[in-house]
């Protein structure tokens, strides 16, 4: 996207104002790219500042310019640029960045491909990225918001993979009006939403999976392609094996070998075989290219160090992302089983309690400790006893960021450890002394 100070003044409307000394090439001075997080500033570009970055970083404005800034987009009281700078006022930056992203797309050459649902969206986004043989995304790529993923669209890309968190039809039919995608796949949709109300452009192509695969026949899209474990799906698998590191299957004749950790990542394999054959790439390719998938950190993330097993599972918040990663921690030999699970807001317990189904940790995990950490220890660990954990088996460690020193003295060779919702500062201190032993296993794997 081509952008000068006028042409992006012109697009989200708002008050202009050039510092004293503006910049070399005034009104017609080019930007580079417009950006929405302060990590990610670099010369010149424009920062879209949030709401939440206003109320977190007072001086958000000065460490954008610092970075190199050419201008910034705010809401709130107007502030003077720097020399050589611009900033532009706005009322609302949300309205402005859907303003930005709008145009970002409208000036994309490239097919889109737009992944939703409640879980698993995330890896079936680096999966189809691995079929189609695009580059993967970064950490600040995959945790970006459509809008920030809409506005890093280049047309030097012939193909995009977004990603959209749209939980109602009313927010479907905004994702689907920006990011108008060629391809539109549904996993695990949520309940609320019909895969045959979506609004798409006339001429996509529409692949659905589990809860939204079936439809009745008089209702399917014309241009629909199903996946799943059922035998009356489009792209299904038969002859499924999941072994530690490894999961295999066959889809009409085709054997697939995927270095991933859990039988659960099969819906998001399928979702991406859909995608590829719909591209036009055949079977044998699609199988050779996902034996090299190599999916995202902190999703499942499984690790090797001192003869212990580490799970990172730090992101996937929903119901069926922790069942997943309980699943692992069964299927992985050890001496002991040990869960450290965090909640900093004690005022949500009763939320969390539920939202966690604490019996899995026993009935699924086979947990044999539970380390609490956060303000919300003392309700986890009382939600984890009324589900049938011994109170001897509990550890409360209220200071989280001395948890990582407590649990390091007590593990042991051949034991497993699940980390579940942890800020990533305590497992990198948990992981520190072993940093020379610790290694990948031989994948990993996730639900997002």
């Known amino acids: 996207m081509e952008l000068t100070i006028q042409t992006l003044a012109e697009i989200v409307g708002g008050r202009l104002r050039m510092a004293a000394m503006p910049p070399l090439g005034g009104w017609w001075e080019p930007i580079a790219h417009v950006v929405t997080d302060l990590r990610e500033v670099g010369p010149g570009d424009v920062l879209i500042a949030s709401d939440d970055l206003l109320a977190q970083r007072p001086c958000w404005n000065a460490e954008a310019f610092d970075r190199g800034a050419l201008g910034v987009i705010h809401a709130g009281p107007g502030l003077e640029p720097w020399a050589g700078r611009f900033s532009i006022q706005v009322q609302d930056t949300a309205w402005a960045l859907w303003q930005v992203a709008r145009t970002a797309r409208s000036e994309f050459n490239g097919q889109i491909i737009t992944v939703a649902g409640s879980v698993g ?15 993967s995304g970064t950490d600040l790529e995959l ?24 939980e109602d039809d009313g927010e479907f039919d905004a994702a689907m009006h920006l990011s108008m995608p060629h391809v539109f796949v549904g996993i695990h949709l949520p309940d609320s939403v019909h895969a045959t109300s979506i609004m798409l452009p006339d001429d996509s192509q529409l692949i659905v ?4 695969g079936a439809l009745p026949t008089e209702k399917r899209h014309t241009a629909q392609i199903t996946f799943g474990r059922h035998s009356s799906c489009d792209v299904t698998a038969t002859h499924v094996l999941c072994r530690p590191g490894e999961l295999s299957f066959v889809v009409d004749g085709q054997l697939a070998n995927l270095p991933v950790w859990g039988r659960h990542l099969l819906d998001n394999a399928l979702a991406a075989w859909a995608v590829g054959r719909a591209m036009g790439v055949c079977d044998a390719d699609i199988a050779t290219r996902l034996a090299r998938v190599h999916l995202p950190a902190a999703r499942c993330e499984v690790m090797h160090a001192s003869g212990m097993t580490f799970i ?14 309980l699943e692992l921690l069964d299927m992985v030999d050890a001496a002991r089983r040990i869960v450290v699970c ?21 009935e699924v995990g086979g947990a044999d400790l539970l380390i609490a950490l956060g303000h919300g220890a003392d309700d986890i660990i009382a939600g984890a006893t009324r589900a049938g954990m011994p109170a001897s088996h509990c550890m409360r460690c209220a200071d989280s960021h001395g948890a990582a020193k407590e649990i390091s003295t007590f593990l042991q060779k051949d034991d497993v450890l699940l980390f579940s919702g942890v800020d990533l500062e305590v497992v990198q201190r948990v992981l ?5 032993t610790v290694s990948d296993a031989t994948a990993r794997s996730a639900a997002a």
């Open 209 to 212: 999976g589990p809860t939204a």
């Open 121 to 135: 969206k995330t890896i079936t986004c680096s999966m189809i990225r691995t079929v189609l043989g695009l580059a």
């Open 432 to 436: 520190a002394p072993f940093q020379n």
């Open 143 to 166: 945790s970006a918001a459509l809008p920030s993923q809409v506005l890093r669209l280049a047309n030097s890309e012939r193909c995009a993979v977004l990603e959209t968190d749209a």
């Open 312 to 325: 990172n599972d730090n992101v996937g918040m929903s119901p069926q992302a922790r069942f997943a990663a």
């Open 342 to 362: 965090q909640s900093d807001h004690s005022d949500d317990a009763g939320h969390d309690l539920n939202f966690n189904r604490w019996n899995e940790f026993v």
